[in-house]
């Protein structure tokens, strides 16, 4: 799956150029000005959306062209509206040979397909193939633009304790009211996964340790607020930035992992 942001991104702009297409009835403008380098990545990203094929930007604005220069043939033969996406499917399969086997699915279900295989069906939060996808890309972002990013990771305590004391399904009512607090205390472009059975791993974009800390303070306080049986909840966490702390990306998501670790051997219910 491309990344969510992307994919979301390509779905307006698909619905900007029906748009055009509908009413002006001639070459959307994203392609009759001059690109630039972020309009072909999206335009990469729109033939992805259409097709589950990866293309070069390049490659892609020509193979959209083309579609839309046939899809002019095609209304001027047939007398009546054409979807583009017609011209576009009998480009890759007569010429292009790039399909064999096309299926046609509705973009709003394929989208929720995809989104079914990188989210936690539990917790509602992204799961470990999502984060191994979107970390690669929030680090390629930072160090090619020179931004900061924080890495945080959550261990709740004695989590086995709680499955064994109280069973299962309650271990699963505390995963899902972390996950709850999680998302009620980071930002829209902030990424947060459930990376293992008890483990939560936060991508802090544009975000120092110090943030990161304030960040998870707060998911930490309120997690500790919650009670079960006489016991209150905790969890231990670990931080790492980019590029104070790692200038690769195992090793910034390792140093995270030692410094929850630290938390652990130190009380637990703190951050490191």
Do not use: W
């Not at 509908?22 to 309009?39: G, Y």
């Not at 959306?49 to 579609?67: G, H, V």
């Not at 002019?72 to 499917?89: C, H, M, Y």
């Not at 096309?102 to 079914?116: A, D, F, G, S, T």
């Amino acid at each position: 799956m491309k990344y969510e942001k992307e994919i979301q991104d390509a779905t307006a702009l698909l619905d900007v150029i029906l748009n055009e297409l509908l009413n002006e009835k001639e070459l959307p403008a994203i392609f009759t000005k001059e690109p630039t380098a972020e309009d072909d990545v999206l335009i990469s990203h729109l033939l992805y959306l259409l097709t589950n094929i990866n293309f070069p930007a390049e490659e892609s604005r020509d193979i959209l062209k083309r579609s839309f220069e046939l899809t002019s043939k095609l209304i001027e033969s047939l007398g009546r509206p054409v979807d583009f996406r017609v011209a576009l499917l009998d480009i890759l399969l007569s010429k292009d040979k790039r399909m064999n086997n096309p299926k046609v699915i509705e973009i709003k279900l394929y989208l929720e397909q995809e989104r079914m295989t990188v989210v936690d069906h539990l917790t509602g939060l992204y799961n470990k193939r999502y984060f191994d996808e979107a970390s690669f890309r929030i680090f390629n972002q930072a160090r090619r633009h020179n931004r900061i990013f924080s890495v945080v990771v959550i261990d709740i305590d004695d989590f086995k304790k709680i499955n064994d004391e109280f069973g299962h399904p309650m271990g699963d009512e505390v995963l899902k009211n972390l996950g709850k607090i999680i998302l009620s205390n980071i930002r829209k472009e902030d990424i947060a996964c459930r990376t293992g059975g008890e483990e939560f791993t936060l991508l802090l974009s544009d975000t120092s340790a110090p943030g990161a800390m304030t960040v998870a303070e707060k998911i930490r306080i309120e997690f500790n607020k919650e009670t079960l049986g006489k016991k209150s909840l905790s969890f231990s966490g670990g931080i790492s930035s980019y590029p104070e702390d790692s200038l690769t990306l195992d090793d910034l998501v390792l140093k995270a992992d030692k410094a929850m670790y630290k938390s652990k051997f130190s009380g637990k219910n703190r951050i490191s």
